[in-house]
């Protein structure tokens, strides 16, 4: 089995207010709102700090694309839009990271700096990213596993929330940008996918213990940085499910054990000279846009009607590798096309290897392009169809990336399948520099002395278990709505148990038969689970007047109640019932479930 190294970044986003403005943070599920204003932006390319210029900024600036923003009014304002400097720092975030900072062991800064983090891609209006170095090593405590060491923990800010494109251009929608994150960095630790993923899980554990943290799918993602050995350090980005990370990290390897496997056949056939790198660099492809002017081809008749040119390049020695299986679905065909896709806003590329007469190309189309190319034996191509621009930055993108015959280091965008493609080439440290509008915050020991404690997992876990039970104790370790738990736990005359049961069982039944729920406040569950625990109602009634409450969101757990007669029958009303029931316990049930708990009629039952 091949070793891997394997790093984890996790990012956790709190809830409140925004980093530096009074914006309040939308839910993950927070639909746009009607009305927003846009407005649109080019970046240019600057140098960092040390006087050097990102790679992978300067990747982004070269593909020249604007870009359009959208500013949902309430989640949104001029910072975002990049018209107002940024606000201080939010203190309640910054008081959260040091007290897991704390709780982690790490070493606090003396002085919290905000930093630039230089990103071209369309997701800041700034053009970059505002983060801040918290602490340093320290671990994550596990029970029963070793501790997970740290590289770094960090304060920053979302980005924006990608949105379809409009008019052709990429598009984002700025309620997102500026959330708080908690950035957690390990050390890489991590042998296998399998410990990835343990480890993965017990920093989400550790993260979610932190009061005022968002939770919910999109609250919480994982970047993963693996290598092999002979291959290089790839950043995978965005993975928002914990369960493909596994399938991620081993897929990872795969596509690296097969790349490195096409390196060592294309070095047997020679090839490693540097042709391929001489051609990208010259732009040795031909225009063979007059061969198909009548080809039945779509891609390519479709770019000739929008006024595009068909682009072919040779490559030389690479027969039958471009199909070569690299992952799931994914071949190294496909590799460079994502290469040609981000490089050049193309829709992809058409390689030798692939069943051409399925994309419509004839017989005598092929082997015009195969005489025009010089096309041997050994030898394939490929073809890209698309306005003369695009085509050519693509095609020289696709060139450039079949001719290095080394694992490059990238960053990857995660698929929901587990695999994932290129998004551009990783990042150095050229590109952060100090952010000159917002002050630095001196970490003093009052500051210090102010933390919170912080609950650890273990504990969690041990009160839970004690006050719920272990499968229901469990179950709201890792609920979503755990700080609603809390809440309702606070509240008088609530029982522990049944605000549990409301919340992970009750709810989600009912919004599995369409139930509205959303449409009833927690504040009214409070009041519904008091009355339960004052028993002025049954536990059996609790779905039935969560339902009705559904149907009218101006109605009261009391109303509700009231009008439908639910009200929990007393001792003598109980006997008085089941004596007109004749004694019959189905049928006096049937009846009353909904207004007389079991223990009250049991005694009675027994009785006969």
């Given at each position: 089995m091949?070793?891997?190294t394997?790093?984890?970044?996790?990012?956790?986003?709190?809830?409140?207010?925004?980093?530096?403005?009074?914006?309040?943070?939308?839910?993950p599920?927070?639909?746009?709102?009607?009305?927003?204003?846009?407005?649109?932006?080019?970046?240019?390319?600057?140098?960092?700090?040390?006087?050097?210029?990102?790679?992978?900024?300067?990747?982004?600036t070269?593909?020249?694309?604007?870009?359009?923003?959208?500013l949902?009014?309430?989640?949104?304002?001029?910072?975002?839009?990049?018209?107002?400097?940024p606000?201080?720092?939010?203190?309640?975030?910054?008081?959260?990271?040091?007290?897991?900072?704390?709780?982690?062991?790490?070493?606090?800064?003396?002085?919290?700096q905000v930093?630039?983090?230089?990103?071209?891609?369309?997701?800041?209006?700034?053009?970059?990213?505002?983060?801040?170095?918290?602490a340093?090593?320290?671990?994550?405590?596990?029970?029963?596993?070793?501790?997970?060491?740290?590289?770094?923990?960090?304060?920053?800010?979302?980005?924006?929330?990608?949105?379809?494109?409009?008019?052709?251009?990429?598009?984002?929608?700025?309620d997102?940008?500026?959330?708080?994150?908690?950035?957690?960095?390990?050390?890489?630790?991590?042998?296998?996918?399998?410990?990835?993923?343990?480890?993965?899980?017990?920093?989400?554990?550790?993260?979610?213990?932190?009061?005022?943290?968002?939770?919910?799918?999109?609250?919480?993602?994982?970047?993963?940085?693996?290598?092999?050995?002979?291959?290089?350090?790839?950043?995978?980005?965005?993975?928002?499910?914990?369960?493909?990370?596994?399938?991620?990290?081993?897929?990872?390897?795969?596509?690296?054990?097969?790349?490195?496997?096409?390196?060592?056949?294309?070095?047997?056939?020679?090839?490693?000279?540097?042709?391929?790198?001489?051609?990208?660099?010259?732009?040795?492809?031909?225009?063979?846009?007059?061969?198909?002017?009548?080809?039945?081809?779509?891609?390519?008749?479709?770019?000739l009607?929008?006024?595009?040119?068909?682009?072919?390049?040779?490559?030389?020695?690479?027969?039958?590798?471009?199909?070569?299986?690299?992952?799931?679905?994914?071949?190294?065909?496909?590799?460079?096309?994502?290469?040609?896709?981000?490089?050049?806003?193309?829709h992809g590329?058409?390689?030798?290897?692939?069943?051409?007469?399925?994309?419509?190309f004839?017989?005598?189309?092929?082997?015009?392009?195969?005489?025009?190319?010089s096309?041997?034996?050994?030898?394939?191509?490929?073809?890209?169809?698309?306005?003369?621009?695009?085509?050519?930055?693509?095609?020289?993108?696709?060139?450039?990336?079949?001719?290095?015959?080394?694992?490059?280091?990238?960053?990857?965008?995660?698929?929901?399948?587990?695999?994932?493609?290129?998004m551009?080439?990783?990042?150095?440290?050229?590109?952060?520099?100090?952010?000159?509008?917002?002050?630095?915050?001196?970490?003093?020991?009052?500051?210090?002395?102010?933390?919170?404690?912080?609950?650890?997992?273990?504990?969690?876990?041990?009160?839970?278990v004690?006050?719920?039970?272990?499968?229901?104790?469990?179950?709201?370790?890792?609920?979503?709505?755990?700080?609603?738990?809390?809440?309702?736990?606070?509240?008088?005359?609530?029982?522990a148990?049944?605000?549990?049961?409301?919340?992970?069982?009750t709810?989600?039944?009912?919004?599995?038969?369409?139930?509205?729920?959303?449409?009833?406040?927690?504040?009214?569950?409070?009041?519904?689970?008091?009355?339960?625990?004052?028993?002025?109602?049954?536990?059996?009634?609790?779905?039935?007047?969560?339902?009705?409450?559904?149907?009218?969101?101006?109605?009261?757990?009391?109303?509700?109640?009231?009008?439908?007669?639910?009200?929990?029958?007393?001792?003598?009303?109980?006997?008085?019932?089941?004596?007109?029931s004749?004694?019959?316990?189905?049928?006096?049930?049937?009846k009353?479930?909904?207004?007389?708990e079991?223990?009250?009629?049991?005694?009675?039952?027994?009785?006969?």
């Amino acid at each position: 089995m091949v070793q891997i190294t394997c790093g984890l970044e996790i990012h956790q986003r709190l809830a409140g207010h925004k980093l530096f403005c009074s914006c309040p943070c939308p839910t993950p599920d927070q639909t746009l709102e009607p009305h927003s204003l846009s407005l649109r932006r080019r970046y240019g390319l600057s140098a960092g700090e040390l006087g050097g210029v990102d790679r992978a900024a300067a990747f982004e600036t070269g593909r020249d694309r604007q870009f359009e923003y959208v500013l949902p009014p309430h989640y949104s304002c001029l910072v975002e839009a990049d018209e107002e400097p940024p606000h201080s720092l939010n203190p309640t975030c910054l008081a959260q990271t040091l007290a897991m900072a704390r709780a982690c062991d790490s070493k606090l800064v003396t002085e919290v700096q905000v930093m630039r983090k230089t990103i071209l891609d369309g997701s800041a209006t700034t053009g970059f990213q505002r983060t801040s170095l918290v602490a340093v090593g320290g671990a994550i405590p596990r029970t029963g596993l070793p501790p997970i060491p740290l590289q770094t923990i960090c304060l920053e800010e979302e980005s924006a929330g990608i949105l379809p494109p409009i008019s052709g251009r990429p598009a984002f929608r700025l309620d997102r940008m500026g959330v708080p994150l908690i950035e957690v960095t390990t050390e890489p630790v991590f042998h296998s996918a399998a410990e990835a993923h343990a480890g993965a899980e017990a920093i989400g554990l550790f993260l979610r213990m932190l009061p005022g943290v968002m939770r919910g799918l999109g609250t919480i993602r994982q970047d993963v940085n693996i290598s092999i050995p002979g291959g290089a350090r790839v950043e995978i980005k965005g993975l928002q499910e914990l369960r493909l990370l596994p399938i991620m990290v081993d897929n990872e390897v795969i596509r690296q054990q097969a790349l490195l496997g096409i390196i060592a056949e294309l070095k047997k056939r020679g090839i490693g000279d540097g042709k391929a790198k001489t051609d990208a660099s010259q732009k040795i492809w031909l225009d063979l846009t007059s061969l198909f002017a009548h080809s039945t081809c779509k891609v390519v008749s479709r770019s000739l009607a929008a006024g595009g040119v068909v682009l072919a390049a040779r490559l030389a020695g690479y027969a039958g590798l471009l199909g070569t299986t690299i992952n799931p679905n994914r071949r190294f065909g496909t590799e460079l096309s994502d290469y040609a896709k981000v490089a050049g806003g193309v829709h992809g590329l058409i390689h030798s290897d692939e069943d051409l007469p399925k994309y419509g190309f004839t017989p005598d189309e092929i082997a015009h392009v195969k005489k025009a190319l010089s096309i041997g034996p050994n030898d394939a191509f490929i073809i890209i169809a698309d306005h003369a621009d695009k085509a050519s930055a693509a095609m020289s993108a696709a060139i450039a990336r079949a001719g290095r015959l080394e694992i490059p280091g990238e960053t990857r965008k995660a698929s929901d399948d587990g695999t994932s493609s290129f998004m551009r080439p990783i990042s150095g440290a050229q590109r952060m520099y100090p952010e000159t509008d917002v002050r630095p915050i001196r970490i003093t020991p009052e500051i210090i002395a102010d933390l919170p404690p912080l609950e650890t997992p273990t504990a969690r876990r041990e009160r839970l278990v004690k006050l719920l039970g272990a499968d229901l104790g469990e179950q709201m370790l890792r609920s979503s709505q755990f700080n609603d738990f809390e809440w309702l736990c606070a509240k008088e005359n609530v029982d522990a148990r049944l605000a549990a049961v409301t919340l992970e069982q009750t709810l989600v039944s009912l919004r599995r038969e369409g139930v509205k729920v959303e449409f009833i406040t927690l504040e009214s569950i409070a009041s519904l689970l008091a009355m339960a625990g004052k028993n002025e109602i049954t536990k059996a009634v609790i779905p039935e007047v969560l339902r009705e409450m559904a149907k009218n969101e101006n109605a009261s757990p009391a109303d509700v109640v009231a009008s439908n007669h639910w009200e929990r029958l007393t001792p003598a009303a109980v006997e008085t019932a089941w004596k007109s029931s004749g004694g019959d316990l189905r049928t006096f049930m049937t009846k009353y479930r909904l207004v007389v708990e079991g223990g009250d009629v049991a005694e009675l039952a027994r009785k006969k």
